[in-house]
Each structure stands twice: as C-alpha cells, then as structure tokens.
DNA sequence: CGAAACATCCGCCACT
DNA sequence: GTAGTGGCGGATGTTT
C-alpha cells in the first residue's frame, strides 16, 4: 500500500501552487513512495488563475482515501470554501490524515476549524488578516512553514516547496529530501522566515562577507562549543550586532540556527553512520545525549533512535509501512 | 521529571 | 536629521 496524496484544485487556483505537490511527489525518484492525485474540489471545469484548464484526476470522494492532502492557496480570504470541501476536510483530519496548506490555503483549513488552538502561518501580506477573523490560530507571519502535527500550514508562495519537501523528508528521510531539492534545484533546508523576502532590508556587502566566513566557519565544525561571544569575536563584531546581521541575513537567529544545522546534521550521521546515538549528539555540538534528544524530536517530530529505525537504509528509495 | 544556573534574544536608548 | 553601532536588562529559552 502506498502513501496516498492529494492535491486539491479549485476554479481560480495560482497555478505554480498546483503544480508544486505534483513536482514533488510524482518525480521519478520519490514515485516509488507516493501515489499523486489532482482533486477537484468544486464540479469542473476549472481554470487556474492563469487561466488553464485543470483535469483532474477525481473528486472530493477521493479525499476518504487520501494519507496526505495538500491544499494550493484559495483564490479569495474573504470568501468562504463550500460546506462539500470543509466536511471533507474535517472527516479527514478526524480519520487522521496529514492535511498541508500552501499560501493562503490557510484560510480554507482554518475555514474547516482545523486550525484552531494551533500554531500555524500563511502568506505574510495575508497574515494579519488570518490573525483577525481567527482568533483561536496562533498566527506566525514569520516563517516559511509550520509543522503543527498533522496540520501544517506554509507561507508565501514557493514556501510550498519547502514544506513538500520537509513531507519527503518526514516520510523518507534527509537523503531523499536533499535528492529530490537537487533534482529540482532549489535549497534542500532554507533557514529563517518569510520576513527576509517581505523587507528589501539586506545586510549591507561587508556584513555578508563579514557573516559567511562565519557561517563557513561555523557550519565546518559544528561540533564545535560555539557561544554567541566567541561568534562574534571571530566576525569582529559587537554580540549586539552579529545578532542583528545574523538576524537580517538568514532570518533565523544565531543560536536557533546552529540548533537547527546541529540537528541536520546528525540525521545524516543517523541515516548514514551506525554511530551510537550519544556519538552523534556529541559530534554535531550537543552538550548532553538529552539536550540533542529534545531538539531532534522538536524539529524531526521524532526520536532520534526512531528516525534511525526508519531511515537507516543505505538501500533503495524506501517504501511506507 | 523538575530546579537552579546559564545563555540567548530583543526592545530601548545612547553614542558616534 | 539619518544610519550604523554597542551596551543594558529582563523575558524567554537552554543546559545541566
């Protein structure tokens, strides 16, 4: 039995969000783990906002099987998705199914009442909006995507593509997840939030060069007892002002990122080495086997002696219990 | 697990 | 006045 996904589409759905699940999930080299459908949420014919016809391969019956469904950014906030699209949503969130949003899908997940007391994001111009009509949501406008456990939810746009790829890598691991952003060639992790790409507000040439000669640095030996003071010594800067530039640079701040390489980087030694547990939260930073335990299962969602189970496999493209 | 020690984050303000 | 910088301190998060 394979991973089902389902990707909606609705008259007036932006046509690159359609075809984001699509170029993930049905590329050769995940095929093997995925089975892709186009749904119709609304009786045809449907247009993209570009406007083509769609063809869809079934309709909203479908969904009952779906594992995983992705939902493309709605054509208006303001309007409400039909009773038909939010009962199936709900009957699959309450059988368990992994529901997924891109842009300003949000607003039909958060329609469907899914979004409620979670954590969630959507596209920044459309943040605050969300916020307002939903006031259960805790919105962050900050971020490319949210993993909040079954119901994720992504920002602006190509955000998408990063929060499909973090499916992947769920479901298959880091290696076919960095597989599947080479074949497609865009970043196999980006860092930080959306507040990089909606302010023009870069940090300024000398501060780059200043900064990537410590992120090389830095990401060359993770393993490394880095402190904030040391970082910014090493960059010639005040702690205050690494802080910053790191900050207007990457989106994420030093220290979050260098918990989130750490973790990365000890997925691959788990998927790649047989290291012992302990071995590996030490060589990727980790003070104590409990500190790289807690950050590996709030970023991963797992332990990491589970993900270990699942992706230890230097074999082919895996298949899903 | 929880508690105590320690570090980071970030608004605010002052200085160049 | 603006832009860049750095220190302070308390809330928040991390480590042990």
Redesign the pocket.
């Known amino acids: 039995m394979t991973h089902l996904v389902a990707a909606l589409a609705y008259d007036l759905a932006p046509a690159f969000e359609l075809a984001i699940p699509g170029e993930i999930f049905a590329l050769d080299i995940v095929q093997s783990g995925y089975q892709f459908m186009l749904i119709g949420a609304e009786p045809g014919p449907l247009r993209t906002s570009s406007g083509w016809s769609i063809r869809t391969d079934g309709d909203l019956g479908c969904l009952d099987q779906a594992d995983t469904i992705i939902v493309p950014g709605w054509r208006d906030p303001a309007a409400l998705p039909s009773n038909a699209l939010i009962e199936s949503l709900r009957r699959a969130a309450a059988r368990g199914a992994r529901i997924a949003s891109l842009c300003t899908g949000a607003f039909v997940l958060a329609a469907a009442g899914l979004l409620d007391g979670r954590r969630a994001t959507t596209h920044w111009r459309h943040a605050a909006q969300l916020a307002r009509r939903y006031p259960k949501i805790e919105v962050d406008p900050d971020v490319l995507y949210v993993d909040a456990g079954g119901v994720l939810t992504s920002g602006g746009t190509a955000a998408g593509l990063d929060l499909c790829l973090h499916l992947v890598r769920l479901d298959h691991g880091a290696s076919l997840a960095n597989a599947v952003a080479r074949r497609l060639l865009v970043a196999p992790h980006r860092e930080g939030g959306q507040a990089q790409f909606a302010e023009a507000a870069v940090a300024?040439e000398s501060?780059t060069a200043r900064l990537g000669q410590s992120l090389a640095e830095l990401s060359g030996s993770l393993g490394e007892p880095w402190?904030?003071?040391r970082l910014a010594a090493s960059a010639s800067?005040?702690?205050?002002?690494y802080?910053r530039v790191f900050?207007a640079a990457t989106g994420a701040?030093?220290?979050?990122w260098l918990?989130g390489q750490r973790v990365r980087a000890g997925q691959r030694l788990l998927e790649d080495t047989s290291l012992s547990i302990e071995e590996v939260g030490i060589r990727v930073g980790?003070?104590?086997p409990?500190?790289f335990r807690?950050?590996f299962v709030r970023l991963v969602h797992t332990s990491p002696s589970a993900y270990r189970q699942t992706f230890r496999v230097l074999a082919p493209p895996p298949t899903l219990p």
């Open positions: 300024t501060e402190s904030l003071a800067l005040s702690v205050r002002q802080h900050q701040t030093p220290h979050q918990l980790f003070g104590s409990s500190s807690s950050h």
